[in-house]
Nanobody, 120 residues
Framework: QVQLVESGGGLVQPGGSLRLSCAAS????????MGWYRQTPGKQRERVAT???????NYAESVKGRFTISRDNAKNTVFLQMNSLKPEDTAVYYC??????????????WGQGTQVTVSS
């Protein structure tokens, strides 16, 4: 079983920055992708950024140019650098890890969520 531990959320002013981190541990096997999703009350969970192993990062249009996803493979940790934050970025951010023994037996694991609030 994979456990995800998130950190870095908090309250920032518009235009500010935050850096989220998520470390995966447990029976990880191989991580094929990691990413960040966010959700606000009354809305569906939105994919913010994903990073497929061996591939390029992908971003939601709403965060492109402002957010950067990166990964420390040795520590099985994924980061989300958030710059130029806007009030509409306010949400609970969830870390995702897609892993399994083979690429044909992958499972999505989720963190507990961390609150990001952008307000004056």
């Amino acid at each position: 079983q994979v456990q995800l531990v998130e950190s870095g959320g908090g309250l920032v002013q518009p235009g500010g920055s935050l850096r989220l981190s998520c470390a995966a541990s447990g029976s990880i096997f191989t991580i094929y992708a990691m990413g960040w999703y966010r959700q606000t009350p009354g809305k569906q969970r939105e994919r913010v950024a994903t990073l497929i192993s061996g591939g390029s990062p992908n971003y939601a249009e709403s965060v492109k140019g402002r957010f950067t996803i990166s990964r420390d493979n040795a520590k099985n940790t994924v980061f989300l650098q958030m710059n130029s934050l806007k009030p509409e970025d306010t949400a609970v951010y969830y870390c995702n890890s897609r892993s399994g023994p083979t690429r044909w037996a992958l499972t999505d694991y989720w963190g507990q969520g961390t609150q990001v609030t952008v307000s004056s």
